[in-house]
């Protein structure tokens, strides 16, 4: 059984940044590839990065390349967000996602962590 653990989300003001990872458990994960989703009130949820596993190939939403990084602790099991700058339309829940490589939709989903930006 697949397992995904968010946490590190809070309040933080405009231009500050926080670290969210996503601690997975339940299988080997080499050809998995990890994702980060959010979802913002009245929103449709919407893509934000996605790591590759055993390759370490990063993906992003073109609008937050150069703000947030993915990366990956395989030691731990762990997948993290760091998100610099961050904005009030930053402010959503953050979920962490995964899927075997070879499939295009996410098939496994964590609980989301609440990320609040004020300006």
């Known amino acids: 059984q697949v397992q995904l653990i968010e946490s590190g989300g809070g309040k933080v003001q405009a231009g500050g940044s926080l670290r969210l990872s996503c601690a997975a458990s339940?299988?080997?994960?080499?050809?998995?590839?990890i994702g980060w989703f959010r979802q913002a009130p009245g929103k449709e949820r919407e893509f934000v990065a996605a790591?590759?596993?055993?390759?370490?190939?990063?993906y992003y939403t073109d609008s937050m390349k150069g703000r947030f990084t993915i990366s990956r602790d395989n030691a731990k099991n762990a997948v993290y967000l760091q998100m610099n700058s961050l904005k009030p339309e930053d402010t959503a829940v953050y979920y962490c996602?995964?899927?075997?490589?070879?499939?295009?939709?996410?098939?496994?989903w964590g609980q989301g962590t609440q990320v609040t930006v004020s300006s």
């Open positions: 996602a995964a899927r075997q490589s070879f499939l295009y939709k996410y098939n496994y």
């Open positions: 790591i590759n596993w055993s390759g370490g190939n990063t």
């Open positions: 339940g299988r080997t994960f080499s050809n998995y590839v």
